[in-house]
């Protein structure tokens, strides 16, 4: 009788374990709130703003933020663009706009 008494009382405890473990895990399909490079404030500040690519022409540089197209000194979310680089964008109140790296490089060359 102590045993399957026992057996139940691990059968129990296995499965309120399982339960317990699996409340833990991450949904895959759930999308990430901000990256690990980011923090939480910095990463409230960007949203809304996302730096899709830098365009070079031979004397002006422009900046494809939110599908429009910018250039410095153009106002934008209640701020103005003061410089535009190679990969980002600096904004007057002190944010910076970031491209993905493989969207800058080009092909044959190393930076």
Request: glycine residues 6%; proline residues 2%.
């Amino acid at each position: 009788m102590w045993r399957i008494n026992l057996s139940l009382s691990l059968l129990l405890l296995v499965c309120c374990s399982h339960s317990a473990w699996a409340e833990m895990l991450r949904d895959p399909t759930r999308p990430l709130v901000s990256s690990g490079a980011m923090s939480g404030a910095h990463a409230t500040a960007n949203r809304g703003l996302k730096l899709h690519s830098i365009v070079t022409s031979a004397s002006r540089r422009y900046a494809l933020i939110n599908n429009q197209l910018y250039q410095v000194g153009s106002k934008i979310a209640d701020t103005q663009i003061q410089r535009i680089t190679d990969n980002s964008v600096i904004l007057a109140d002190g944010r910076k706009l970031v491209v993905f790296q493989g969207v800058t490089s080009q092909l044959g060359t190393q930076k």
